[in-house]
């Protein structure tokens, strides 16, 4: 079976769902949907592109919906809105509101008869798994969750906000000392300040008060007040040779014991780009979503729902014969 | 709803899995079921032992036996003969022979409206799903898996078996070189030789020849013959005191790319005991087959099929809201 894939939104999520959709070989890519005029997408693979306000008429070409729009403002509203015509999958990641958009997105699936995974990536999604199984299975420890190296876009345009910043990339670093601690099964109590640090690189406007800058950054209430802070002052070509990608990552560990017995899980991403991941992610479970609708399995899904053997091309039985 | 649990066979296996059931808020331990004489094993936490001869009598007692025999000759045997009368969960780890072991499971389950989980452990269960996630979500990659640092009871037994060898150990140790190369996404091809070093820890009858027993050791065909292995005569106390455990652990690594970009998936595990943890994993699991069993969801089920909340204690509700 072929499984026919709709991707909305056209930003760098959407070029990497474009991209994991045509490597894989049991999809194709009817199309892309933007908000924008469609003519004046122009996607790398040439797919047709289409208004999203167009989407309904594709409701039976299209097997399963890839939604790449942001979690602030757009998915609260889509997701609903596209799991009442198609499956869909999102990548949801504003935490403290996933309950309530689970709530929207179940009630207009179940009524659909449609099957819509939400908050899908690697975190939440891998990281989220990993954080279930591993607590599952150690109830007795402590899991910990470290992110980075890699690009945090949110505070990279706080910092970019600031009155004589022309650019800037911020780097979320977690602490080594941390890290060690909590694989030497210390289970440490660790505060914001000792799990992460933060690093700027800053091109600054011709003139800038550069220290007013710094001070502005470092005392930032909720993005950077809180950590420790390094602020680093770089010209626009270096800006453009060694900071123009969206690396990322992060690191779950558990900690836990059977009686006097430690034990350490740990899963771990390294990432040369962000977005790319988290589509091929989307993409995967494109696939369990699909195969999920065939099998009566409807309504809102998270990471949690779904059995690994939906996502993968492999049959059940080549997976059991060459992978477990 | 309180589990009731059963768990076949008293070795170390089953002795971690009667910590992990204790250990479980949600789970109460009927009884173990041995083939020894029922009066002759003395359980740690004084639950009751039966033979395994009379365990079709606790058929309505019983919600999920973990099954904690052997896979050579115990579990081809039992999980089929026992998936007629409960839910099961055992750690059949002949990977060779699973798809037979599946199917004899699998008809037998159905047949009895039971659910059977099947290879359920580390490797394989967590780190075939691993494999699984990983594999679906960058097809353009390669996996690979190290085992260690940690004891092989079958190394450590065909040493044993050396005339003039009292005693002995065996440690499987991944390559670090082989390692690095994986993690710095050169993709490389890797022997047998490559991926692991074999490190033995000897204890040697009076005046036997020592050189006969390490050329032995070294060139026994298919436990040693591929690897690199050193050879340690130590004292019967050095043994006793640095080498009676038996931790072990690995790494599961995924190499990939989206286009030019790499993206590294790394899973590990570093366990002070190895049945401990492997056991740990059955009794989460043991929980699953409950609730799938309870849904209607009956016949042999692998890790690949289990759906991440049916491990966990948690609700959805809490899962999502917690550590989605």
Same mark, same amino acid.
């Not at 609260?76 to 403290?96: G, Y």
């Not at 819509?116 to 989220?128: N, Q």
């Not at 660790?190 to 003139?207: I, M």
């Given at each position: 079976?072929t499984i026919?894939?709709g991707?909305a939104g056209?930003g ?10 045509c490597?894989?070989?049991?999809? $194709? ?6 908000r ?5 997408v122009?996607?790398? %693979? =040439?797919? !047709?592109?289409?208004? *999203?306000?167009d989407?309904?008429k594709?409701?039976?070409?299209i097997?399963?919906?890839i939604?790449?729009?942001?979690? &602030?403002?757009d998915?609260?509203?889509q ?5 009442a015509?198609?499956?869909v999958?999102?990548? /949801?990641?504003t935490?403290a509101?996933?309950?309530e958009? /689970?709530?929207?997105?179940d009630a207009?699936?179940?009524k659909a008869?449609t ?5 899908i990536?690697w975190?939440p999604?891998?990281?989220?798994l990993?954080?279930? *199984? ?9 899991t910990?969750? /470290?992110?980075?190296k890699?690009?945090?876009q949110?505070h %990279?345009d ?10 800037a990339? =911020?780097? $979320?670093v977690? %602490? =080594?000392?941390?890290?060690d ?9 660790l505060?914001?300040? =000792?799990?992460? $640090? ?10 800038a008060d550069l ?9 930032m ?7 420790d802070t390094?602020?680093t002052f ?8 060694s900071?123009s ?6 690191f ?5 014991k ?5 034990h350490?899980?740990e899963?771990?991403l390294?990432?040369? %780009?962000? !977005?790319?991941?988290?589509?091929s992610v989307l ?5 369990a979503?699909?195969r999920?609708?065939?099998e009566g *399995? ?9 059995? &690994? ?6 049959s059940?039985?080549e997976?059991?014969?060459?992978l *477990?």
């Amino acid at each position: 079976m072929t499984i026919k894939v709709g991707i909305a939104g056209y930003g760098n999520l959407g070029k990497g769902a474009e991209k994991a959709v045509c490597a894989a070989n049991d999809m $194709t890519l009817t199309g892309i949907f933007t908000r924008r005029n469609p003519e004046s997408v122009h996607p790398v %693979s =040439q797919v !047709p592109v289409y208004s *999203l306000d167009d989407a309904e008429k594709f409701k039976d070409e299209i097997d399963v919906m890839i939604l790449c729009g942001g979690s &602030a403002t757009d998915l609260p509203e889509q997701t609903p809105a596209l799991a009442a015509l198609f499956n869909v999958v999102d990548s /949801f990641d504003t935490h403290a509101r996933i309950p309530e958009h /689970f709530a929207a997105v179940d009630a207009a699936a179940k009524k659909a008869g449609t099957t819509a995974a939400i908050s899908i990536g690697w975190d939440p999604g891998l990281f989220s798994l990993i954080r279930v *199984l591993a607590g599952s299975i150690l109830p007795d420890g402590e899991t910990y969750t /470290f992110w980075g190296k890699g690009v945090s876009q949110g505070h %990279s345009d706080a910092v970019r906000r600031i009155e004589g910043v022309k650019d800037a990339k =911020q780097y $979320t670093v977690p %602490s =080594q000392a941390a890290m060690d601690a909590v694989r030497n099964n210390e289970r440490p109590e660790l505060s914001t300040r =000792q799990k992460h $640090t933060r690093e700027c690189f800053v091109v600054a406007e011709e003139g800038a008060d550069l220290e007013r800058i710094e001070n502005e950054i470092k005392t930032m209430p909720n993005y950077f007040d809180e950590y420790d802070t390094t602020v680093t002052f770089i010209t626009e070509e270096e800006m453009a040779a060694s900071h123009s990608g969206l690396p990322h990552g992060g690191f779950v560990l558990r900690s836990g014991k059977t009686g006097d017995k430690n034990h350490l899980i740990e899963f771990s991403l390294k990432l040369d %780009s962000n !977005p790319e991941f988290t589509a091929s992610v989307l993409t995967a479970v494109a696939r369990a979503v699909a195969r999920m609708n065939k099998e009566g *399995l409807t309504g809102a899904k998270t990471i949690f729902d779904i059995p &690994a053997s939906y996502l993968s091309e492999k049959s059940p039985e080549e997976l059991r014969a060459h992978l *477990l």
